[in-house]
């Protein structure tokens, strides 16, 4: 392309309107020199030429046979609503001076024109562009906007997501830890009986024809032997085993409880002493060398709709802060009591306390007190959330030190409530 050709191609676009042949010829005369012009010497072949080419303006006269140059200018903007149209007559025109009083109209001026016309078109062309170009600067805004406003959008569902894996990673250690420690135990249990088990070798070689010795003596080496116990204590690892690993499967559920909120569990009623007893046992298998375990729990509780997991879920975390606040060594009780419409799970620890100024922080997310292979912050945060969605609460009582008291208070349920979910919503 020419520079005269570029030129051409960034100057205005004017299609020009007029029956008369001397007209249209002065117009073409007068604008070529600033302007790209098209002439159409009839409303009809204005409109093939406007339906086919875009226009910055277009120039046309009022009285035309056929099509009217106020059809014309209408038909321009309904085409593109940005088009500067300008109306030439020598009359009195009803129809042009309605089209150039309306708001954003044409302009309307008369035959013979004079320097008026280019004055018009020139300060038309230029508003034109003004107002394209503040249009597109809008659009840019509201498109950098939403460009944003979604970027903050991803940002914190992918924070939100975060968060979850940090708590579901954080509510996964205390069963793993549990598994882990039983697991290394379960060889340490099973060797007691190799001797055992060596000596029935023995004693079956050596077996006399008398039956009656044999067995005796089986039942003297098993009473020496104690292999009852280990048997027990291995029982015992495979049902701390099975309670982790139902932990475990009740977490991965709450994490699609997390992503599908309409597939949360149902709530059914809960036996406090239960879950006292299995909270205690995982926690105490890891942590039975160092720290006394005390639980009380009063009779005659009243009823607790809600989900056993969970609630067991709070009362580990709970012990797991205190063991960890008292360093493995000291006292944890667990005490369940009731009050007039409320039972409260109590965790206290003879541990050093919680200072003033972080108890106010305790339940936000990622706050610690701890150092950071110990703890992401998130631990009292998922409890408290826990006991909210079962219409209770958690709190840290204030009190001096030593020693820390956390409690969760749960609603008691009302008479006539079910224990299929209903009675205190879905969890």
């Not at 809600?306 to 797991?320: P, R, S, W, Y």
């Not at 060594?329 to 206290?348: A, M, P, S």
């Not at 339940?363 to 912050?377: E, H, I, V, W, Y």
């Amino acid at each position: 392309m020419t520079r005269d050709e570029m030129a051409a191609a960034d100057r205005p676009t004017i299609l020009v309107v007029d029956d008369d042949p001397h007209v249209l010829a002065s117009l073409i005369d007068e604008l070529s020199e600033q302007y790209g012009v098209t002439p159409a010497a009839d409303g009809e072949a204005a409109l093939e030429a406007l339906e086919r080419q875009h226009f910055d303006a277009v120039v046309s006269d009022v009285r035309m046979p056929g099509i009217s140059g106020v059809e014309v200018i209408r038909r321009a903007f309904e085409l593109d609503r940005d088009i500067v149209r300008i109306l030439l007559t020598g009359y009195s025109d009803d129809a042009a001076r309605v089209a150039a009083a309306t708001p954003g109209g044409a302009y309307k001026l008369g035959k013979p024109w004079g320097e008026e016309f280019g004055i018009v078109l020139r300060r038309a062309l230029e508003q034109r562009q003004a107002a394209i170009r503040s249009r597109d600067e809008l659009m840019f805004e509201r498109t950098v906007r939403e460009q944003t406003e979604q970027a903050i959008s991803r940002l914190s569902k992918m924070a939100a997501v975060g968060t979850l894996v940090a708590g579901v990673a954080h509510e996964l250690r205390s069963p793993l830890a549990c598994l882990t420690a039983n697991l290394q135990a379960l060889p340490q249990v099973a060797v007691q009986l190799d001797p055992l088990l060596e000596r029935l070798q023995v004693g079956l070689e050596s077996a006399t024809p008398d039956g009656v010795d044999f067995i005796a003596a089986l039942r003297a080496r098993w009473r020496e032997d104690a292999p009852a116990a280990a048997a027990q204590e291995i029982k015992q690892i495979g049902a701390d085993c099975l309670d982790s690993t139902h932990r475990l499967q009740e977490i991965v559920d709450g994490l699609r409880t997390y992503s599908a909120p309409a597939r949360r569990a149902r709530y059914r009623a809960v036996e406090l002493e239960r879950c006292v007893a299995r909270a205690v046992r995982l926690v105490a298998s890891e942590y039975k060398r160092g720290v006394t375990f005390r639980t009380a729990v009063t009779p005659g509780l009243g009823g607790v709709i809600g989900h056993e997991g969970e609630i067991i879920q709070v009362l580990v975390n709970l012990m797991l802060n205190a063991v960890q606040a008292m360093g493995g060594r000291g006292t944890i009780d667990v005490r369940v009591r009731c009050t007039e419409k409320n039972v409260l799970l109590e965790v206290e620890d003879s541990g050093p306390g919680v200072p003033e100024d972080a108890r106010a922080r305790l339940f936000q997310p990622f706050f610690t007190t701890k150092p950071d292979a110990l703890g992401n912050g998130l631990g009292l945060w998922l409890s408290r959330e826990i006991a909210v969605r079962h219409g209770g609460d958690l709190r840290c009582v204030a009190r001096p030190p030593p020693g820390a008291l956390f409690v969760m208070e749960l609603p008691i349920s009302r008479d006539g409530d079910d224990d299929d979910g209903n009675g205190n919503g879905d969890g």
